[in-house]
């Protein structure tokens, strides 16, 4: 592995561990050259998967694109990294499971959808005001009474 600070071609594994349930290892490393330490994540890939793009264009999926996006939502959200952690493997795994290696983008955005609706109603309507590219504070209106969402606790 490639010093991400000097470009020194060999690190060192210092320390390995599980991350991420089992799905992944967490391997902290260190470079003889700078001394620099860094940590790297290894996981599994069952397949090379391309997103199609509503514009027809092809982009490689990015699994750190995705947890951007993520964060961007449930920013100052009280939910634990370890939960969208766990919510971006199991968005990954399903993705690879699929069969197909080129999936549309909407795909990918229902998906995501599905799993913030149950991980944090807040960061599902911010997702869903990006993704569905809502306008005017009409589009809000009509999202919520559609979810059931501008129900009160008590009315539930």
């Known amino acids: 592995m490639r010093c991400p600070f000097c470009g020194h071609d060999e690190t060192q594994v210092k320390d390995s ?3 991420e349930d089992g799905a992944a290892i967490r391997r902290r490393r260190s470079c003889p050259s700078c001394e620099g330490r860094f940590t790297t994540f ?3 890939q069952l397949r090379e998967l391309t997103i199609l793009k509503r514009s ?3 982009t490689p999926f990015d699994r750190d694109k995705l947890a951007r996006s993520l964060s961007i939502a449930l920013r100052k959200r009280p939910v634990e990294p370890e939960r969208v952690e766990r919510m971006i493997s199991t968005i990954t795994r399903q993705l690879e ?3 197909e290696t080129e999936l549309p983008s909407s795909t990918i955005g229902e ?3 599905k799993h913030l609706k149950q991980l944090d109603d ?3 309507v911010r997702y869903a ?3 569905r590219d809502f306008k005017e504070t009409d589009d809000f209106a009509r999202f919520l009474g559609e979810e059931g969402l501008s129900e009160t606790p ?3």
């Open 97 to 99: 499971s699929m069969g």
């Open 17 to 19: 561990r599980p991350s």
């Open 111 to 113: 998906l995501i959808m």
């Open 154 to 156: 008590e009315d539930r």
């Open 42 to 44: 290894e996981r599994v």
């Open 129 to 131: 005001s990006v993704y």
């Open 122 to 124: 807040v960061a599902y």
């Open 56 to 58: 027809g264009r092809r």
